[in-house]
């Protein structure tokens, strides 16, 4: 769910996926962890909004949906700059190989094929030419929000990616998938 700022209450918390500024000089904050904050802003109207998006979020489309409000607003793709914030990387992100194929004909409405390989140390799954152990897959969030953009038609030069990993980083970020903790990273946009 996306809702406007100007429906959250000041001292208060609003549960949603996402915020859009409807009002000049708005702040809006997400909470994440390994999840990604994604942030929007629109250089000529300065609308700005923010999502809190996982693997969830990615296959509903929630990027997609941001967009089209931004669309009524009259913001062209060319002034829409987009920034995603540090979240887990892929090398720390495992899932087993339902959920990824799951995520990939839902989110990039692709459909991937494994096929089992037998290795000096076992069975395992290959995905890309990628053996993967224990029947567990890499799953690159930013990537897949990449394309997402990308298929909204923002320009590439308007996005920018952290490369930063809240699973690696333990003291600068914390990782709810690293150390099963509920404390989170408040993130930021102002109008």
Same mark, same amino acid.
């Given at each position: ?15 949603? =996926? ?15 962890? =390994? ?6 802003a629109d250089k000529r109207t300065r609308n700005v909004a923010t ?26 793709? =060319? ?47 290959? =995905? ?38 809240t699973y690696k980083f333990n003291n600068e970020f914390n990782s ?16």
């Amino acid at each position: 769910m996306i809702v406007l700022g100007s429906h959250s209450q000041k001292g208060t918390k609003t549960y949603a =996926d996402g915020l859009i500024g409807n009002k000049s000089n708005q702040n809006l904050w997400v909470y994440t962890a =390994d999840c990604m904050p994604i942030f929007f802003a629109d250089k000529r109207t300065r609308n700005v909004a923010t999502l809190h998006c996982g693997r969830k979020g990615l296959e509903k489309k929630i990027i997609k949906n941001l967009v089209k409000i931004f669309d009524t607003f009259g913001t062209s793709r =060319d002034d829409l700059l987009v920034a995603i914030g540090p979240a887990i990387s892929k090398e720390h992100y495992l899932v087993d190989k339902m959920t990824l194929k799951e995520f990939y004909r839902m989110a990039e409405n692709k459909n991937i094929t494994f096929k089992l390989t037998k290795t000096k140390k076992g069975l395992c799954f290959s =995905d890309s030419n990628h053996f993967r152990e224990q029947n567990l897959n890499q799953l690159d969030l930013k990537r897949s929000a990449y394309r997402q953009l990308l298929n909204e038609n923002i320009p590439h030069t308007n996005i920018d990616i952290s490369n930063l990993c809240t699973y690696k980083f333990n003291n600068e970020f914390n990782s709810w998938r690293r150390s099963k903790t509920s404390s989170r990273q408040w993130n930021l946009i102002c109008s």
